[in-house]
């Protein structure tokens, strides 16, 4: 009988009293056996001793049933001899992990095989518990306590409670268990941590080596990222998406409606007795799925769970699921869906009419004389770059259009240029409304920004943008809060003198001591040495000025792989060995930025005694990396030029906004944006 007592089953531990059963027909139990053997499941045959009135289960496998005679196969036989000899029958039980039939039958055979049964006119069920406990498939758990790791594997869960079993070969380890005391759980499959936290010990059975346990959750409700004061309202759409995943325990196709949803997460519903999400799990390869045949894939994770009561029946469970990654490109869909929502008139990366946006641009003013003759000449190239932008829409640029009737009202753009750092460009206004619309792309804007700056996947650290010191409305939106907060480390303001340097043939070359070539790592450290202590500000972290910086390999090639150019270059000029001035030499495609601030050369002046004609010279060489030797050049600090009487165009104020303090700089915008309404 050793062999056979492998095959007891214990009935599942029964936490409330049963409620009282209900009567269930014959129909509706050949149907729920018919079920059992289509999914090659098992049910439990009870056996009574003959003497001493025990009890033990067996597994059995039910055959296909047409009527009132069921004939079932065990599940296993060896030693079952001897067994039989001392147990009778006694009933079948039908468990799902949430109720049970209990089954009262005629006996017409049994042996080693299996048994032969006659089913009643009725049966009936009971509940066994509130929630549905669910069988586990191929999941593996660690356990860890005070420096213990015990192996065991996932027997079946609740979204509350977890059963593990497992066996440990040195049985002293067992006694190292403190029942008073929490465990720490991993659970894994594929080598994939699906989900760790916390548990408490309800209850342990040891039998030789092999131990099970019963663990509840402690700590049901997390957070995922940081607390932020401004968070994006979350949007119920009609009609609403669904979620499609595999359970990762179950290996069950799970298909839930949304409640309710943001660029960030999402909640759904279930009934209380059937959920299956458990706080803390993670979901990979979840897809958000629309009734218009979009579907959006993510890895997301279940965050919070929390039950309301219904009249004292089965209550509802609200889950809260966070979008952990997504690709770029799902992501602005799904920003782009969310934000129609919240404003018809707000859209993200839309298709535009070229024509329109270029008389957008024209009629607006931003593209007033002086700047279009600075690339008039290049204007059938600029206008194929801004074609590949707008139609294409690659994941290194974003376009916010403010469009009523097909008209274009206010417009804005952003590119990924540094590896880390997004350039805000092209905030135009149409003049009848001009500060409400471009208000309105603005407050877009900062939305979208606070949705992606906890996702490693939009490459956001920093924001920066360049704006002209006498105009208002730039110097109110960012310089506002650069001056609010005075703290050149949360946002920094750094004034540019910006002028064309036209390279001459017969200017010359340097001569020693001076020197010019590529910067060393100590050239980057001693240029990162003089911006802190200078400006103290963010611009030569946003623009990968250190040593260590790595990326800007990865994002080039990112930018010839979508057919566009992009080039960085880093240069010292060098007196005695001893740097005097660093370039960041850029290069892009005619027209990225109207202003061709991502198509210049940025100077900084470390030592300002040196000559301006050796400046010129070194620029002079520079220039080889630009059509007919003409650049921008934006020359930091602007007092060196007026110390040496050189003249300059204008000046420019770069700001640059550090991710790690949107939530402040949305509050600021929120109060700003509150004075003005948006266009009707």
């Not at 027997?155 to 005391?181: H, Q, Y």
């Not at 342990?204 to 700590?219: A, D, E, R």
Request: hydrophobic fraction near 40%.
């Amino acid at each position: 009988m050793g062999d056979a007592l492998k095959t007891l089953q214990i009935v599942p531990t029964v936490t409330e009293e049963p409620r009282p059963g209900k009567r269930v027909s014959r129909s509706h139990l050949v149907n729920r056996l018919n079920y059992i053997n289509f999914q090659d499941q098992s049910i439990l045959v009870s056996l009574r001793h003959l003497v001493y009135d025990d009890a033990v289960f067996l597994k059995a496998k039910p055959l296909p049933c047409a009527g009132e005679r069921l004939d079932c196969l065990w599940a296993e036989t060896p030693g079952l001899s001897q067994l039989l000899k001392t147990y009778r029958f006694d009933y079948l039980l039908i468990a799902d992990g949430k109720k049970y039939l209990l089954v009262n039958s005629e006996l017409v055979t049994l042996n080693e095989s299996g048994l032969g049964l006659i089913l009643p006119v009725n049966c009936h069920e009971f509940q066994a518990r509130r929630i549905r406990r669910h069988p586990a498939r191929e999941v593996s758990v660690q356990l860890l306590q005070h420096g213990a790791l015990f192996d065991c594997r996932l027997v079946d869960f609740t979204p509350v409670s977890l059963r593990v079993s497992g066996k440990c070969n040195d049985a002293s380890m067992l006694k190292w268990i403190n029942r008073e005391s929490p465990v720490h759980v991993r659970l894994l499959k594929g080598g994939r941590i699906l989900y760790s936290g916390n548990y408490e010990i309800l209850s342990q059975q040891v039998s030789g080596k092999l131990n099970t346990m019963v663990l509840g959750q402690l700590h049901g409700n997390m957070h995922r990222f940081k607390n932020k004061k401004y968070r994006n309202i979350r949007q119920q759409l009609v009609p609403s998406p669904n979620i499609v995943f595999e359970h990762p325990l179950i290996n069950k196709r799970v298909n839930l409606k949304i409640a309710d949803i943001s660029g960030t997460g999402f909640s759904v519903e279930e009934n209380e007795g059937d959920c299956v999400l458990m706080p803390g799990m993670m979901l990979p390869d979840l897809k958000i799925t629309f009734a218009q045949g979009v579907s959006l894939d993510c890895l997301a994770q279940v965050v919070f769970r929390n039950v309301t009561g219904e009249g004292g029946g089965e209550g509802t469970v609200k889950c809260g699921v966070a979008i952990l990654d997504m690709s770029i490109e799902d992501h602005v869909t799904l920003l782009s869906i969310l934000h129609q929502v919240a404003d018809t008139k707000s859209y993200v990366c839309t298709d535009v009419d070229l024509n329109e946006l270029w008389d957008f641009f024209f009629e607006t003013g931003f593209i007033y004389p002086g700047k279009y003759a600075h690339f008039q000449a290049n204007k059938e190239r600029i206008k194929e770059t801004y074609a590949k932008l707008y139609t294409h829409n690659p994941h290194i640029a974003r376009h916010f259009i403010y469009l009523d009737r097909g008209a274009i009202l206010g417009h804005l753009a952003m590119v990924r240029f540094y590896r880390s750092a997004w350039l805000i460009h092209h905030h135009a206004a149409r003049k009848t409304v001009s500060v409400k619309a471009g208000l309105a792309v603005l407050d877009q804007v900062t939305h979208y920004l606070n949705e992606l700056e906890s996702y490693a996947f939009a490459n956001l650290r920093f924001v920066y943008c360049y704006y002209r010191p006498d105009n208002k409305f730039p110097s109110r939106v960012f310089g506002g809060f650069a001056r609010q907060y005075t703290d050149p480390r949360i946002c920094s303001q750094d004034e540019f003198a910006y002028s064309h340097f036209k390279a001459q043939g017969e200017d010359g070359s340097l001569a020693q001591p001076w020197e010019i070539g590529c910067s060393s790592l100590f050239d980057l450290t001693e240029a990162g040495s003089f911006y802190r202590y200078a400006s103290g500000g963010l611009m030569t972290q946003a623009f990968d000025v250190f040593a260590g910086a790595a990326g800007r390999q990865e994002l080039e090639e990112q930018y010839q792989a979508l057919g566009f150019r992009k080039e960085l270059y880093l240069y010292s000029l060098r007196k005695n060995g001893s740097l005097k001035a660093f370039f960041l030499v850029s290069c892009t495609d005619a027209g990225f930025n109207m202003a061709e601030l991502t198509n210049c050369v940025t100077m900084l002046v470390l030592d300002e005694e040196v000559p301006y004609r050796v400046l010129e010279l070194s620029l002079g060489e520079l220039s080889r990396h630009y059509e007919s030797g003409e650049m921008p050049v934006l020359t930091y600090p602007v007092s060196y030029l007026e110390k040496e009487a050189v003249p300059y165009d204008k000046v420019y104020l770069l700001w640059v906004l550090n991710m790690q303090y949107s939530d402040q700089y949305l509050q600021y915008c929120q109060g700003l944006f509150r004075t003005v309404k948006k266009p009707s």
